[in-house]
């Protein structure tokens, strides 16, 4: 048995309650090395691992981003422009809370 298959076996098929399966990332970046290194098919790539070749697509189109082969935001940027979202978010909420506390004070303060 190959190491990916190895790997495969020990993947959970479905969690309960879950529609989507999750895969170890050395599992992704070994499947993506099979198409982009040794020159292999999506498609048999996939039907060796039981994966659907979309799900396998995707991984690689991810994969070129982050190597520079491909133009999108890498795995890296994604996430710093996630986390610069969530703080931006948070900011707004406290500029807010801060625009009624200072009507509320201008208020009570009779001016």
């Known amino acids: 048995m190959s190491r990916m298959q190895e790997q495969r ?19 992704k970046a070994d499947a993506v090395s099979l ?7 999506i498609r048999s790539v ?10 396998l697509a995707a991984w690689v189109r991810r994969a070129r981003v982050d190597r520079g082969e491909r133009e999108g935001l890498t795995t890296g940027e994604r996430a710093e422009l996630a986390q610069l979202r969530r703080e931006v978010a948070q900011l707004r909420m406290e500029r807010d ?15």
């Open 46 to 55: 996939a039907s060796a691992l039981g994966l659907g070749p979309s799900t």
């Open 35 to 41: 198409v982009l290194d040794e020159g292999r098919s």
């Open 97 to 111: 809370l801060l625009k009624r506390a200072t009507a509320f004070w201008v208020k009570e303060s009779g001016q």
């Open 9 to 27: 076996r020990l993947v959970p098929v479905l969690e309960p309650g879950r529609t989507r399966r999750s895969f170890p990332k050395q599992f």
